[in-house]
């Protein structure tokens, strides 16, 4: 059975900086494709970035710059360091595999909370 | 980078109603588009890949079809678990792109 674990949110100041965590079991993260969607309150859906294997990586413009998508093979981890965050980050925010290249998300995480407030 | 418009916003319906919700790009995304089921709280729930095809696990009343830039989302007779908020999402170009919701409420 596939599972994704996120862990890692919570409130943070406007500029500060936050890691997000994502274990995964039943898949290894260094052989499948990655990805991190997130929901602000109240709102839709919106797809923050993706890591490939081998180290490909996309973002939305939003977070280009800001935030890194990395891996932990080992750990069989996927990370999303935010960095200079803003409260219009506030979300919660999800990983997700994506199923071939490209791809839909076929499996996801419940979710870690993240609020950018002073 | 490619819009996607869902229709409508909120769908009122019964047990047992046909629900049709319809998903436009702004330009062509072929036929790289999934459909999610969301219930308040929970992570989305993949319905439909590659326009048409259905998720392994998901009843067979889901079906969804289209090319191009017109998809739809068909539940062919609506039941209680059904009552969500649905969404549509291009993977053809990045960054790839959601559309904003259709919620399925109770009539």
């Known amino acids: 059975e596939v599972q994704l674990v996120e862990s890692g949110g919570g409130l943070v100041q406007p500029g500060g900086s936050l890691r997000l965590s994502c274990t995964a079991s039943?898949?290894?993260?260094?052989?499948?494709?990655m990805s991190w969607v997130r929901q602000a309150p109240g709102k839709g859906l919106e797809w923050v970035s993706v890591?490939?294997?081998?180290?490909?990586?996309h973002y939305a413009d939003s977070v280009k710059g800001r935030f890194t998508i990395s891996t932990h093979n080992s750990k069989d981890t996927l990370y999303l360091q935010m960095n200079s965050l803003r409260p219009e980050d506030t979300a919660v925010y999800y990983c997700?595999?994506?199923?071939?290249?490209?791809?839909?998300?076929?499996?996801w995480g419940q979710g870690t909370l993240v609020i950018v407030s002073s | 980078d490619t819009q996607m418009t869902q229709s409508p916003s909120t769908l009122s319906a019964s047990v047992g109603n046909r629900v049709t919700v319809t998903c436009r790009a702004s330009q062509s995304v072929s036929t790289r588009l999934a459909w999610y089921q969301q219930k308040p709280g929970k992570a989305p729930k993949l319905l439909i890949y590659d326009a048409s095809r259905l998720e392994g696990g998901v009843p067979s009343r889901f079906s969804g079809s289209g090319s191009g830039t017109h998809f739809t989302l068909t539940i062919s007779s609506l039941q209680p678990d059904d009552f969500a908020t649905y969404y549509c999402q291009q993977y053809n170009s990045y960054p790839w792109t959601f559309g904003q919701g259709t919620k399925v409420e109770v009539k």
């Open positions: 997700a595999r994506v199923r071939g290249l490209p791809g839909e998300f076929d499996y």
């Open positions: 039943g898949i290894s993260v260094s052989r499948n494709y």
């Open positions: 890591s490939y294997s081998g180290g490909t990586t």
